[in-house]
């Protein structure tokens, strides 16, 4: 099975002079969440509250988000954003990323948390885009971010509004 995005080589191609956007890697081996599971309402807090909070750990060990949240202040980083959802999975099965939902929108409110958007709602931010990665050993979640203009569509549909 070839993989549809190596999150290294992000697919959306940003026009010249745009910024690169920012690849965010949790740890490998967390614990997910799948819409398709029913797990009871205190596993999944458990579950939502180590991914909101490996998110923002994330951010805050990497240097070049550190430096651009810190020349951003007292505002967020990002005034509009396209995030782009890469489940890594733990082996070659076969996988619907779009399940994987629920865990990427715990990681997006930890990036929230940590000072990229002032909120998640849909004036802010596009997405996440979920698309199925390399396989990763225990599995792994990775989000691209890259900043948007204001009236800029990332997938060319116009169909994106502000």
Do not use: W
Not at 1 to 11: D, G, I, K
Not at 30 to 52: D, S
Request: glycine residues 6%.
């Amino acid at each position: 099975m070839s993989t549809l995005f190596e999150p290294e080589v992000p697919a959306a191609v940003t026009a010249a002079g745009a910024p690169a956007p920012y690849v965010i890697t949790l740890p490998a081996g967390l614990k997910i969440l799948n819409a398709n599971q029913r797990p009871h309402y205190r596993v999944r807090h458990e579950i939502t509250k180590e991914l909101r909070a490996e998110a923002m750990k994330a951010v805050s060990e990497c240097p070049a988000l550190m430096e651009a949240l810190a020349a951003a202040k007292p505002d967020a980083l990002f005034p509009r954003a396209h995030i782009l959802g890469v489940y890594c999975p733990p082996d070659r099965g076969r996988r619907d990323p779009a399940n994987y939902y629920p865990s990427f929108k715990a990681a997006v409110d930890g990036l929230v948390d940590a000072g990229l958007f002032d909120d998640d709602d849909h004036t802010r931010v596009l997405g996440p885009d979920m698309r199925l990665g390399r396989v990763v050993k225990r599995g792994q979640l990775v989000l691209v971010v890259r900043g948007l203009a204001p009236d800029e569509d990332p997938l060319g549909y116009r169909a994106v509004t502000s």
